[in-house]
């Protein structure tokens, strides 16, 4: 771990480095070759990570896509200072993804209940995101770090993310092992679907509590049908794999999908 790191980025530190591997695109099956990047020298002293992202064909080494952007863990002290809504960091949960088809790791579904109150029962399967009961087990009191991801895409669109980093003990501890899960909310169209997908709550003068901001932006060059929301799930363990999966919703779909996932190597 880096000495010079601010504490708030403390809990990511496992990220830092430069990640190879490959993964998958679906629907199709189609391999890809990915290189990540994360690093902490170009703010020294501040709590941001930049981050470059680069997927190649598998068969010619072609690009395919790239992504470049920020990754910022706020001081306790100043979480919500830049945002435009009061947040209600407590009740702060990822929305909910479709498991028809799942990764090797399911990262969706293992670690969900990482963000539910005590009175989740680990029976209830009825959910979209079951709960493995292994992860109950061993993944006691979790602290979250509050978590910002900020990205530019060149085919015309850019995010702004909210979600936590979690040191995952049970696979080696805040040194070796984080889950960051960061996701923009899906659109939605009415105060019943906000309520529903759990957008607000209500504090303790009970006022309704809007949750952190989330959005993503489109140019004219974005080609139809757009991206409406997505998640994004990376869990390192033993300090050089790392597990990646990402969920899609666009304009056509309802809910969001399994749209690739990544296993890559640490090699800086």
Do not use: C
Not at 42 to 61: N, Y
Not at 124 to 142: A, F, G, K, L
């Amino acid at each position: 771990m880096a000495p010079s790191l601010p504490p708030s980025l403390v809990p990511l530190a496992p990220l830092i480095g430069r990640w190879k591997g490959k993964g998958m695109i679906l629907p199709g099956d189609t391999e890809y070759q990915e290189e990540l990047v994360f690093d902490h020298t170009s703010f020294p002293q501040k709590p941001i990570l930049s981050v470059t992202q680069h997927t190649f064909r598998m068969a010619d080494g072609q690009p395919l896509h790239a992504e470049s952007g920020f990754i910022r863990a706020p001081p306790a002290s100043r979480q919500g200072e830049a945002l435009t809504q009061p947040i209600a960091f407590d009740k702060l949960q990822p929305p909910p993804v479709r498991s028809f088809v799942e990764s090797p790791w399911t990262l969706a579904k293992n670690y969900t209940y990482l963000y539910r109150g005590p009175e989740v029962d680990e029976n209830d399967m009825s959910t979209e995101n079951q709960i493995d009961t292994h992860y109950i087990r061993t993944e006691t009191n979790p602290v979250h770090q509050y978590t910002e991801w900020i990205m530019a895409y060149p085919f015309g669109m850019t995010s702004v993310e909210a979600g936590w980093a979690t040191p995952l003990q049970s696979e080696g501890g805040a040194d070796s092992a984080v889950l960051l899960d960061t996701w923009v909310y899906p659109s939605l169209t009415s105060a019943a679907e906000a309520e529903a997908a759990s957008m607000t709550g209500k504090g303790s003068d009970g006022q309704t509590i809007v949750k952190p901001f989330t959005t993503l932006g489109h140019s004219a060059t974005t080609k139809p049908p757009a991206t409406t929301g997505f998640r994004r799930i990376l869990r390192v363990t033993g300090g050089n794999k790392l597990h990646y999966e990402f969920y899609m919703q666009n304009a056509k779909d309802k809910g969001l999908y399994l749209h690739l996932y990544a296993e890559l190597t640490k090699f800086e």
